[in-house]
């Protein structure tokens, strides 16, 4: 992979797409050495490599004149959100331009009659947070990270509240999307249902700007729910905390929210937030609706946490404390970075059946004894989804061949047993052979359709599925 300081084969040519992008966007192209760096990697332990050239787009008509422009000249185009991806996805493998959407970030009035709202692609979430806030509102899907509506569509993003609203697949209604050789079109409407033929918006949802640039989305939103309650509370097991989480969703609750730590993972927060929470197998919970709702449901699962041998729970009811732990909650991956300084973490992402989420955890727990590294866990574990951290030398060729081989264990496991390989980070560069097993003839399908949207194959190669191999 290639170094930024110096300039690429396409800039030292003059290529001409980087002159004709440069006359369309005037500074608003930039060649600049830190720029280039800055858009070549994410937050994998993958090595990283520059594009050519960054482009930062304000309009869904300069879109598609840069994608003219590329097409025109054979260039790659990287879209690229906040670049917090996690499987080397918006890495510049053959140079190229990465599309910035930073600049495209209007947010449309929210319809407040029909709970839904229309953004360019390139609000970042916290941004939307806010505004909606004003209106009473909501959007429910959070990554943690401050990522771009537009990168959360295309990696299909869940978060800690999945279990009760679904993920990016359940609360977008429509995407503009430009298309490989410029033409812009719309995937669905505002209605909430539709049966009109293919659906393409969950096409596009999780194709990692491989078929197409999404430039707007109409996003369901929903009321802020009236009292809303948080709380830990730690086990003396995985093994307990697990089977309350299992519990409590196999009872049909409506829980908001529930995450687990393991205790290394605790040990790693507490330092890293200032909090003091027991260093043990942690459930991090929380119940909206309506007061009298969240008492009983509070209730019911203190009961289902009691009888698995779950302490008191401690509480965070104001606004502030929640927002607190939750803080804490989504700074784990940075929080456990600090366990092993000058560490990269390969973050695993498998997802199971809940029938099988404790036996796959056990599983791997006795795997994990035999790493020469720390693998903290954190897991949205009512979704049947768990991370391992592992914490590896990036320097070290032995520790990666033994993390990669932990993690093909881990993988296997998990297909095995009717999961998938990556619950929400999504294939990048690197997972794409372990979709490959877990796809089986379906690669075949998704690589037809690639060449269908994208036959000269200039939209974030290498990415996904390849024409000939993993
Ligand atoms: C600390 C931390 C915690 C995280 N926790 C979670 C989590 O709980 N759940 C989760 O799902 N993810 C999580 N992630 C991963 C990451 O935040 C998500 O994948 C997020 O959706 C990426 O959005 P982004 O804007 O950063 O996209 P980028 O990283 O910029 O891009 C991601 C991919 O989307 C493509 N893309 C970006 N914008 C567009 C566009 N407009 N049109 C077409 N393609 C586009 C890119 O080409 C690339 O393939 C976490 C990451 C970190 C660092």
New binding site residues.
């Given amino acids: 992979m290639r170094a930024a300081e110096e300039p690429s084969e396409a800039q030292q040519e003059g290529e001409p797409a980087i002159t004709a992008l440069r006359e369309l966007l005037g500074d608003r192209l930039s060649t600049a050495p830190s720029v280039r760096e800055l858009h070549g990697r ?2 994998s332990s993958l090595p990283p490599s520059p594009p050519d050239a960054v482009a930062f787009p304000a309009t869904t008509a300069e879109v598609a004149a840069i994608v003219e422009i590329c097409a025109r000249q054979a260039t790659p185009i ?9 499987e080397g ?2 890495i510049a493998t053959r140079g190229g331009v990465s599309l910035d ?1 930073q600049l495209m970030d209007s947010i449309g009035r929210p319809r407040v009659e029909d709970l839904d709202v229309t953004v360019q ?2 609000v970042r979430r916290k941004t939307l947070e806010q505004r909606l806030g004003g209106e009473g509102l909501f959007f429910s899907v959070d ?3 401050d ?2 509506l ?6 299909g ?4 509240t999945t279990v009760r609203y679904g993920t990016m697949r359940e609360n977008v209604l429509d995407m503009e999307v430009v298309l490989a050789d410029g033409r812009v079109i719309h995937t669905g409407t505002r209605a909430r249902k539709s049966s009109a033929g293919y659906d393409l918006t969950h096409l596009f949802i999780g ?4 078929l ?4 707007e989305l109409t996003l369901r939103v929903r009321a802020i729910p009236e009292a809303v309650s948080s709380a830990v509370c730690s086990f003396p097991s995985v093994d307990a905390a697990v089977a309350t989480a299992i519990a409590t969703v196999q009872a049909g609750v409506p829980i908001a929210r529930c995450e687990l730590l393991d205790a290394t993972m605790m040990r790693a927060v507490n330092e890293h937030s200032g909090l003091d929470h027991p260093e043990a197998p942690t459930l991090f919970l929380e119940f909206h609706g309506t007061p009298a709702g969240v008492e009983e449901e509070v209730r019911y699962v203190a009961e289902l946490a009691r009888e698995r041998g779950g302490g008191d729970f401690a509480w965070a009811s104001r606004t502030e404390e929640r927002n607190r732990l939750w803080r804490a909650r ?1 700074n784990a ?2 929080a456990a970075l600090g366990l092993r300084p000058g560490c990269r973490a390969l973050s695993t992402d498998v997802c199971v059946p809940l029938s099988e989420l404790a036996s796959c955890i056990e599983r791997t727990f006795a795997d994990v004894e035999r790493l020469p590294f720390p693998a903290p866990l954190v897991g ?1 574990v009512a979704d049947g989804n768990f991370h391992l951290l592992l914490l590896i030398d990036p320097d070290d060729a032995d520790e990666r061949r033994v993390a990669e081989a932990f993690y093909d264990r881990l993988v296997e496991s998990a297909i095995r047993t009717g999961g998938t390989c990556t619950g ?3 294939v ?1 560069l690197g997972k794409r052979r372990r979709l490959g097993d877990e796809a089986g003839p379906a690669i075949e399908v998704m690589r037809a359709l690639k060449q269908a949207l994208d036959p000269a194959g200039l939209l ?1 190669p290498d ?1 996904v599925v390849t024409p000939d191999g993993p």
């Fill in positions: 994410d937050e990287i879209p690229f959100g906040a670049g917090s991806s996690l996805h918006v959407t692609a390139g990554p943690g990270a990522a771009s537009g990168g959360m569509a295309a990696t993003a869940s978060g800690t194709s990692e700007g491989t197409g640039i999404i430039t989504h991956y940075f949205h929400e980070h999504g990048g974030n990415k």
